[in-house]
């Protein structure tokens, strides 16, 4: 149902050590919603992300994704997730066809269907003669190629992408985006994660911006650009006390003439 929330955050609080990196998080995801999550280095993006996915059990406040306690029911959420992280380690001494038969069946999928989808998946992305190679003969784009899709393998309810893009070609690029609007007209939700802020812009239907551990603007991007009339670039700039950008790039020029 899309008017129940499919992520529900309550006062979510995380330190490392003395420093506190999440400050009294509340957020409600709902189904459909293709979330732009943004926000300088150090912001706590990645934290957020890392809680959600369970890699970071120990924090301070509520979490629910899809009505199940996030740390009471981790597992039972995980089945339910896809996860591209932005700089994954991967089994690159197997094939994609290994590794892909190795996640689908970390989710109990059936043989049959993870080999029928690997291999529609893999052709779609330009590597189905690929598809017996190690990866470790691979260019960085396409061991992105095979990290998204086993992000997408089993068909879960939310996916989180860290910097999905990293590496790939422009048709690739384009291909992304719009699996990205099929899933989300078919009721998924996309927690996207970058700083690529026109790729942000073009895919999200929601704007979330992260600073220093405290959302800071929360909206459709529409509705962020009618309050400021500026770019996404400008508003994270301006939201963020970013110094002004042609300024500096100013003062870089003039080093090069010293």
């Known amino acids: 149902m899309k008017d129940v929330p499919i992520i529900q955050i309550k006062n979510l609080n995380k330190w ?3 420093k506190q990196v999440l400050k009294n998080i509340n957020l409600e995801v709902y189904p459909g919603q293709v979330i732009g999550y943004i926000g300088p280095n150090g912001a706590g993006k990645s934290t957020t992300v890392k809680i959600l996915t369970g890699l970071i059990p120990d924090f301070k406040g509520d979490v629910q994704i899809l009505q199940h306690s996030l740390k009471n029911e981790p597992l039972e959420i995980k089945k339910h997730i896809g996860y591209v992280p932005e700089a994954a380690e991967m089994y690159d001494v197997l094939t994609p066809m290994e590794f892909l038969d190795f ?3 970390l989710y109990d999928m059936d043989e049959q269907k993870i080999r029928r989808r690997a291999e529609r998946m893999l052709n779609f992305f330009g590597l189905q003669e690929n598809k017996d190679s190690r990866i470790d003969t691979f260019s ?3 061991k992105q190629k095979v990290l998204l899709i086993s992000g997408f393998i089993h068909d879960p309810e939310i996916i989180f992408l860290d910097e999905p893009l990293a590496g790939l070609d422009a048709n690739a690029v384009i291909r992304v985006k719009e699996i ?3 899933l989300a007209e078919q009721g998924k939700t996309i927690f996207y994660c970058s700083h ?3 790729v942000v812009e073009k895919v999200s239907n929601r704007i ?4 220093n551990g405290k959302i800071v603007a929360d909206g459709p991007i529409e509705e962020l650009k009618q309050r400021d009339d500026e770019s996404l670039e400008r508003i994270f700039a301006n939201l963020t006390d970013h110094e002004d950008s042609g300024e500096i790039s100013e003062e870089f020029l003039k080093t090069l003439e010293e």
């Open 103 to 105: 996640i689908g069946k």
């Open 140 to 142: 960085k784009g396409m």
């Open 16 to 18: 490392y050590d003395s």
């Open 208 to 211: 979330l911006l992260i600073n």
């Open 180 to 182: 990205i609007a099929r």
């Open 196 to 198: 690529m802020m026109d």
